[in-house]
């Protein structure tokens, strides 16, 4: 994946970008919102990383000033910041997704790379994976030849996965995109789901397709193909 | 009505109002009197120079020249009242034809004589004029035209005062809903700002009275008190931005860290203390949010929101949580309660009633476990009540629990920080509502979340 941070804690944005490059992507780095406009505009990335809160030009406006050019590389925000209305602010300004400092590597990953597929997604109504099928419209979840029923949220839910399949998918990002709540919860309510959706899932199956990653979420994917991951 | 007698403006009009009503009363009532007697007292001087006038020609022309003045007194005028009699009261001349009856006649304290007559008269003021021992002139006024005079005037008196009471009572109310209107003016801001909304300001008025001084004072304090809000919000966030830094640094130096130690089998430890990272990190969070919370600077969508709907998904999100705990639910919805709408932020309110939901999972487990969350409408309120089957708080506690980073003994070595429901009780605060606790028998924690409904 090709990368931009644009990050004023030069520290910080170090460490970071050693992780990033670790797992093969091309990072480069601007200290301000001015430079990283300038490469932005240059340079083609699949996702931009920007801080907030910035000397010179903050994140906010840089990223406004980006899409008024016309640039639709999508945004990811990085932030301090974390009231409603910030969030609210950073959507507003072009971001595609908000991330509160500090946050676990694991996480940025997983919305990374929802970012750069997002793109992809596009707006399939006839969503698979192996012998799992999803028709969106009809609302009808078949695996192989047998008809899985789902509540409505638990369709939702599934969807969600469909659509970042082989993804690896963190709980606040199922929280905020299934449920469209966006604090923590104290308890294991996502896991709970999850584990709903598996009973009827996979239960019958000798292939399991949704996975637990132990300190990284979920991932809906055959068994085969998750040494990937 | 009864709003408008609250208003201490209106009630010291009608206070002065019937002072002022009783004293114009007795005025009035003196100045009938005075009117009453200067008209009496020139009625008795016409009657004195008649008789003077009578003596006289008495004096000049005796029994005669009396006869013909008083025949033609009598048909002069029609106030005058004349009875010229012999000794034995026997009728000689005049417009009256006999002494009226002893029960028609009353002697006054001032020597005359208050007669009833018949008609055309009415009632008579007179007195006895003795010329020799056989002949006398009863001679006086009728008194009706004085008596109607007097009457006129007391009946516009108190049309007077009855106008005064009408237009006393209608500017006093129009004072009054005046000065109402002022504080309701007052009021309206505040109840703004103390929703969380600071810059509400109170709307100057064009007077220049004291009710304009206390306004301008309110607004001045206002303004102070806002400064020194957003003073501390740039604190909490600066204290956010620049305690996060250090610990996103610390988090991705723990974070590599972890990837190398996997061989030198330190791991754990590290992984240790991403946790404890990340446990600090959600206390700070929750502490910034509650003090933004509770001091109003924090932001707030002002939504109208339905109250079923959002319990519902609350409640859909939970139950499988309660259901995998053991525990088994009631979701009770009273039927005036469903279509209830509020005005606030959905995700503050849904954190409100997660906080609840997540309380009692933790702290309310009884035996067996059981969860009842309803919504119930009482009058102008919805009431969101979550209801475990747990052991429950002393009653002297209850006040407590509330209070920030308040553990009771029994709870510390379960999860949690202590601001839960802090937290819960300021986004009630913050929604112009209230948050109440109490014990449910036989056992277990009623938690109710009490908001006004707008329709």
Redesign the interface.
Known sequence: MRLLLVED?P??AD??I??LR?DGDIVAYAENGEAGLAQATQDAFDVLIVDR?MPKLDGLTMVRQLREQGADTPVLFLT???????RVAGFAAGGDDYL??????EELRARLEALMRRKQLAQDTMLTLADLTMDVIARRVTRGAQEITLQA?EFSLLEYLLRHKGQVVTRSMLLENV?H?????????ID??I??LRNKLDKEFSAPLLHTLR?RGFVLQSADKLGDL | MRRLLRVSSFRAVLVYLGLFLASTGIVLLFLHGQINRALTSNNDKAVWRDAAMMNQSYALGGLSEVEKLVAQQSQLSGVGVYLLADGLGRYIAGNVPAFPAPADTQMQEDGWLHLRLQAPFAEARARLVRFDDNLVLLIGRDLSAQQATMADLARSFFIALLLLAVFGVIGGGLMGRQALARVENINQSLRAIISGDFSARIAPSSSQDELADLEAQINQMLARIESLMLAMREVT?NL??DL??P???????L??LS?SAQKTGQADDI?QG?AD??QL??LF?AVL?LS?MEAGT????QQKIAVKPLAD?VM???Q??FE?AGWTLDYVVDKAATTAHIIG?R?LL??AL?NLL?NA??HGVGSPPHLTLSLTRRDQQIIIAVTDTGSGVDDHQLAHIRQRFVRLDESRSR??NGL?LSLVDAICRRHGGQLHLSNHRPSGLRCEICLMVRE
């Open positions: 804690d520290m910080a460490l970071l050693d992780r670790c809160l301090a910041l974390d009231s409603v209305d910030d509160v400092k500090p946050f676990a590597y949220r449920w709540y966006n604090f923590d919860t104290q308890t294991n309510v709970v789901h584990s709903r300190g | 966030d956010a931005h996060r830094s610990l996103t640094r610390l988090r991705a130096r974070e590599k990837l992984e991403l990272i990340d990190l959600s969070t949010n933004r924090g932001d707030m969508q998904e859909e999100l939970y499988a949580v995998e932020d995700h849904a954190q997660i997540e999972l933790v999860p949690g839960g």
